[in-house]
């Protein structure tokens, strides 16, 4: 009997062997064994059932003793054959070795029906007993009693299992592909017309090229009865047969969509080419896509249907490259949590009081996991009323910070409120230095001070760089961002009007402005026009950070205060002790303890710590 297995590291498990009910062998095992009967009305049982209902993993898995034996080509064991009903006499062989251990489904059926359960992968740091365990142990490990290749890890085991067969002339290595077909065609008025005719002669012939486009009959009435209703455009569906002239007529059905989105990227590139489907020189030029962002959705249909598609298209001389897209984003859903009343189902927010009761029947309304925002779930958020309440920019800015792309977002009142109040905060420390800013002039000088905002805004702007264009991590972008304001928040007062400092705070809120304005682009419009900038923000190119200013060393300070250790402080490498005194001065950690007092002594040991006493 011939299996095909993806683990040939686990065939020293096998303790029986299970086969589609369908399989020819099953009927011949049950009549040599006598037992024709009992297994012949049990295989005209199950093909009533739906195959796809009898593959699925809920379904209750059972089988029937055929009467046959085979045996374990490396234990050398005699194994019981049955039929099972999960087995699919379509996928493979019709005939799967059954490995109880390392199989969930053979471990099922063999708990019921008492067959022999042989552990022959241990997982790390584990040790499982085939009488304890309660459930089967589907990863790989350390192979055991399995005869010479005990010891071995399964990836190892996987092929040295498979050599012996070679070996042995008795099975062989092989890729399998699990290829199904693809009915394409649907019942439906408005799709892509599938091209051919169907001649009572010829049977079913292509469109010819020069008839091309197919194109639909405009005026169907619509009905609200079943099928199709170009089933019914006689007029268009009349046609003469293009081998033989004969009366013939068109197919009605449609291509599915998913028939049209495999390759719709493609024609986007030379959408209004009318000589051929794709132009082979525009493909060089614009294939594969550089960047494809879709929900997670489309992870297992759309995506697989793509990739089918361009492997064909590049067999055919059409397509370069052998994937349609270099780099995939899958986004997440957005989610929020859900309110449901016991009487009246989903709530929405509004229909439930304070109290959590609902406002219809004042039962306790159940607050439940957050979900996929859905109508019918009633936990949507309408992007109107956000907009209208707190501005584009704050809900941009939310949906942004709040999770990377690629998870799911869960919707709270309270990350709106936060991202609301940075945007505040970035409005009323521009509405402050607004006019210093634009006053500046001319080029920093190479203090201590002015070399630590020159730090802060391109070490900033690295990160943001990259999260943004290497790793689509818009939220640490944003907290990068975050940090930079707060950082501006601490430069005192005179720096912004020094002539060494104010040029480098000059660059460091143009490149702010630069940086936020992806996220917020309205209030970055109207901040680069205080600060008297021209054009606007948003027609900027991306600003390159200089990467030795980024770079640049700094040293840790420790500060004690009588005695006691009371801040830390970075200061560039660079600076000298009378700036190191004054940033340490005017630390607002250092002005808790200092304020109001009098300086007694203040002592430097260079490069490692400050100590005052007050
Ligand atoms: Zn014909
Ligand atoms: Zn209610």
Redesign the pocket.
């Known amino acids: 009997i011939t299996v095909f297995t993806t683990r040939p590291d686990t065939v020293y498990g096998a303790t029986f062997m299970s086969m589609a009910p369908e399989h020819p062998l099953v009927l011949e095992f049950a009549r040599k064994a006598g037992r024709e009967a009992e297994v012949l009305e049990f295989v005209e049982r199950v093909a009533q059932q739906d195959k796809l209902v009898r593959s699925s993993e809920e379904t209750e898995k059972e089988g029937i003793f055929t009467g046959g034996t085979c045996r374990n080509p490396l234990t050398g064991a005699s194994i019981p054959i049955y039929a099972a009903n999960f087995v699919l006499y379509e996928y493979g062989t019709g005939a799967v070795m059954a490995v109880p251990a390392h199989d969930q489904r053979d471990f099922e059926f063999a708990r019921k029906y008492e067959l022999p359960v042989v552990v022959v992968i241990q997982p790390d740091g584990e040790v499982l007993s085939s009488d304890t365990m309660k459930s089967a142990h589907e990863g790989e490990g350390r192979m055991v009693d399995s005869g010479p290749f005990t010891g071995l890890q399964s990836e190892e085991g996987k092929r040295k299992i498979t050599a012996h067969f070679e070996e042995k002339g008795i099975g062989k290595g092989k890729i399998q592909y699990r290829l199904r077909d693809w009915g394409v065609s649907r019942q439906r008025y408005w799709g892509c017309p599938i091209p051919v005719i169907h001649c009572n002669t010829c049977g079913v012939v292509p469109v010819p090229a020069r008839d091309l486009p197919v194109i639909l009959p405009e005026d169907l009435p619509y009905t609200r009865e079943k099928g199709n209703p170009l089933a019914s455009a006689e007029e268009w569906i009349k046609v003469s047969c293009p081998a033989c002239n004969g009366p013939a007529r068109r197919e009605t059905d449609t291509f599915d969509t998913f028939f049209e989105s495999s390759w719709y990227f493609l024609r986007y590139i030379d959408p209004k080419n009318d000589r051929e489907a794709l132009d082979r020189e525009k493909m060089r030029n614009w294939m594969p896509v550089d960047q494809y962002i879709g929900g997670v959705e489309h992870a297992c249909m759309h995506l697989i249907y793509a990739r089918f598609f361009h492997k064909y298209l590049r067999d055919r001389g059409l397509v370069p490259g052998n994937e349609p897209f270099h780099r995939l984003l899958s986004q997440g859903m957005v989610c929020k949590q859900t309110m449901e009343?016991p009487?009246?189902g989903w709530r929405y927010p509004e229909e439930v009081d304070e109290k959590g009761k609902?406002r219809?029947?004042g039962?306790q309304v159940t607050v439940g996991r957050s979900m996929k925002m859905s109508k019918s779930k009633r936990n949507v958020v309408e992007p109107s009323e956000l907009i209208e309440r707190y501005g584009a920019d704050t809900a941009r800015v939310f949906s942004l910070f709040a999770s990377p792309p690629e998870k799911d977002l869960d919707w709270s009142e309270q990350g709106v409120e936060g991202a609301y109040r940075f945007l505040g905060r970035v409005f009323r420390l521009l509405a402050q230095r607004r006019e210093a800013v634009s006053r500046a002039e001319g080029s920093w000088d190479e203090s201590a001070a002015a070399r630590q905002i020159r730090r802060v805004t391109h070490r900033t702007l690295k990160k943001v760089t990259g999260d943004v264009e290497d790793r689509f991590h818009f939220n640490t972008a944003l907290s990068a961002i975050m940090e930079m304001v707060n950082f501006l928040y601490l430069v005192e007062d005179a720096a912004w009007e020094s002539p060494g400092t104010a040029p480098a705070l000059r660059e460091a809120v143009t490149i702010l402005l630069l940086m936020l304005s992806p996220f917020a682009p309205h209030l970055s419009e109207e901040i680069w026009e205080w600060i008297g900038k021209k054009d606007l923000v948003s027609t900027q190119p991306w600003p390159p950070f200089d990467e030795e200013v980024a770079r640049a060393e700094e040293i840790l300070v420790v500060v004690q205060i009588n005695g006691k250790l009371r801040s830390r402080i970075t200061v560039d490498a660079g600076a000298t002790e009378e700036e190191i005194r004054s940033m340490v001065l005017a630390d607002p950690r250092v002005l808790e303890y200092t304020e109001g007092k009098k300086i007694r002594k203040m002592v430097y040991v260079p490069k490692k710590l400050v100590s005052i006493v007050v």
């Open positions: 009343c009487k009246h609902c219809k029947c039962e």
